[in-house]
């Protein structure tokens, strides 16, 4: 294994997983029927139409 060559590649494969990641979350909250709902209150932005937590 060469020092050089270790931190791209796990940087690539680190993003990679991250986006992957990223877009199954994304899949799932679209798929679901409260999505916007969901998304809000995931993001604390609107506070004020009552979260089902």
């Given at each position: 294994m060469d020092k050089k060559?270790?931190?791209p590649s796990f940087l690539l494969i680190f993003g990679a997983f991250v986006i992957i990641l990223f877009v199954a979350v994304s899949l799932f909250f679209i798929i679901r029927q409260d999505a916007?709902?969901?998304l809000k209150c995931s993001l604390?932005?609107?506070q004020a139409i009552g979260c089902p937590r």
């Open positions: 060559g270790d931190a916007a709902q969901s604390g932005l609107f």
